[in-house]
């Protein structure tokens, strides 16, 4: 049993299958706290500088993990990241990978107006589960969901889901 009052999850996914609206709308319903990686990365310089070709910061894991580690170790956390297995296991109690169809996540990506080479690799690792197969490979299959983000009312369903599960996992871990 953790030593946390609160759970860590990661909702995880390729980018544009809407893990930022997720977490913040679960963040909104728990006691948790949304905590966007892009913006730690950005914020507290966790990066090796900047790719010009798919126009993202080049992440430095190693000093992402040794600055987010006192934080993370102490729980409450909805970490909303593309990716998740670079997260040790003892810090995370649910990942959610969520999933979009390609032809949804194709037009968003693309009113992100993301570079053509970015928006492929993207819809690529969508269609080979890249993301749920790091997610199975990293944690323990039973904390591992997967669930669809086409629509609104897909978002509010999977909140709904999520928002229970942590009402049972501090039922469960309380003292």
Known sequence: MPDRKLPNIIITGTPGVGKSSHAQL??????LRHFSINDVVRERKCHSGWDDEFKSWIVDEEKLLDEIEDEIKQGGY???????DLFPKSWIDLVVVLRTDNTILYDRLTER?????????????????VI????????????????????????????????????NWIKDNAE
């Not at 909805?78 to 998740?84: A, E, K, N, Q, V």
């Not at 107006?113 to 589960?129: C, G, R, S, T, W």
């Not at 997967?146 to 629509?151: A, I, N, P, T, V």
């Open 26 to 31: 679960l963040a909104e319903q728990t006691d």
């Open 78 to 84: 909805i970490i909303d990241w593309h990716s998740c």
């Open 113 to 129: 107006n993301y570079p053509e080479v970015k928006l492929q690799e993207n819809i690529d690792a969508e269609i080979m589960e």
């Open 132 to 167: 749920l197969e790091e997610a199975l490979e990293a944690y323990d299959e039973e904390i591992v969901i997967e669930l669809q983000s086409d629509k609104a009312e897909d978002m509010e369903n999977n909140v709904d889901r999520m928002a229970a599960w942590v009402k």
